[in-house]
């Protein structure tokens, strides 16, 4: 005979008479993928079905009022309260996850508790932030600025502003200069509060340059090891003879967090609006211009040697002001009156 035929025979008996594969496991003692196996090709009656289904709810109940009871258990026994959770979530700064290991509970019970008690919850972002700022790879923005500080957080704005990249997700500031990219790093450590070992470095060079001395030049510039300096892109087939332009070629200074970038883009939109100017790639895409009037008459720039399009077609609603500055040029464009329809 072969082995476990008579437990093979058995098992599809009982399956015959609407058994769970459960049970017919823990009256033969085989491992339930070779009951499956075993009993392939027996269909259940309509009736069976409806009561293993039945069953399987019930057993489902059943499991979670045991679980539910040992929770209960263990959170009398280690003194989960509400006031608890508080006190590690606010004071000691705990992420959820961590505070259920503290109790030794699932992440769901202190979840769910904290629904129940209304429980303020960090967003994902600020948990991300907390974490990374412990670990010692997130920023923190220094706030108090000093006169010096403060002139060189003006000046890292500015440099990203000229020569940053318009991207939505990664800090990239690129540039030959080395003064520049100290400065901008300086900026990135003392002001931003970066961790070092975050940033990146993405070289630019010319094939007939040699790499090893250049990510050495670097490295003494930058001050960041040369692991953390990224496969570089050297550029085939047009030498840069002159030595001239590029000389060590040119950099990426990168650094990886969406909301630093979005930070950055905030400040850079603050001192444009300081200035009376909007930063390209910074403008807000949903205001709408105001729908030109009925009732208008457009005139060319006075000045006759302006050679502005923009002059040219300065619209002034009927209820503004006589004069509008032209933000191209710089000059005013007189707009007159008038009661009849546009004239151009």
């Not at 470095?201 to 990224?230: C, H, M």
């Not at 005139?299 to 002001?321: D, G, M, N, Y």
Request: aromatic share 8%; glycine share 6%.
């Amino acid at each position: 005979m072969q082995p476990k035929i008579t437990e093979r025979l058995k098992a599809r008996e009982l399956r015959e008479k609407g058994y769970s594969y459960r049970k017919i496991q823990n009256q033969l003692a085989v491992a339930k993928s070779t009951i499956h196996r075993w009993c392939q090709g027996i269909e259940l009656t309509p009736t069976q079905k409806e009561r293993l289904t039945k069953n399987r709810k019930i057993a489902a109940i059943e499991g979670r009022k045991t679980i539910q009871h040992k929770i209960a258990l263990r959170r009398k026994k280690m003194g989960l309260t509400p006031e608890k959770i508080k006190n590690l979530y606010f004071s000691k700064d705990y992420t959820i996850n961590e505070i259920a290991n503290f109790f030794g509970v699932p992440h769901w019970v202190i979840y769910k508790m904290m629904v129940k008690e209304n429980i303020f919850r960090r967003s994902s972002s600020e948990s991300r932030h907390l974490i990374l700022s412990r670990s010692g790879n997130g920023y923190v923005v220094k706030k108090d600025l000093t006169s010096e500080e403060d002139k060189l957080r003006l000046a890292g704005i500015m440099l990203y502003w000229a020569e940053g990249s318009r991207g939505n997700r990664t800090i990239d500031f690129t540039n030959s200069d080395p003064k520049m990219v100290q400065i901008f790093l300086k900026f990135l450590r003392e002001i931003c509060g970066v961790s070092n070992k975050r940033i990146r470095i993405y070289l630019y060079a010319y094939d007939n340059q040699n790499l090893e001395e250049l990510i050495k030049y670097w490295r003494n510039v930058t001050g960041v090891p040369k692991s953390q300096f990224t496969k570089p892109y050297v550029r085939q087939g047009n030498p840069n003879l002159s030595n001239r332009k590029m000389l060590h070629g040119v950099v990426h200074v990168r650094y990886s967090d969406k909301e630093l970038l979005q930070e950055l883009h905030g400040w850079i939109g603050d001192e444009a609006r300081k200035m009376g100017r909007c930063p390209s790639g910074l403008r807000d895409r949903s205001v709408k211009p105001a729908a030109m009037p009925s009732e208008v008459r457009i005139l060319p720039c006075p000045q006759v040697s302006c050679s502005s399009r923009a002059c040219s077609t300065i619209v002034e609603a009927k209820q503004a002001l006589p004069l509008q500055q032209n933000v191209m040029c710089g000059r005013s464009s007189v707009v007159e009156r008038q009661p009849s329809k546009l004239i151009m």
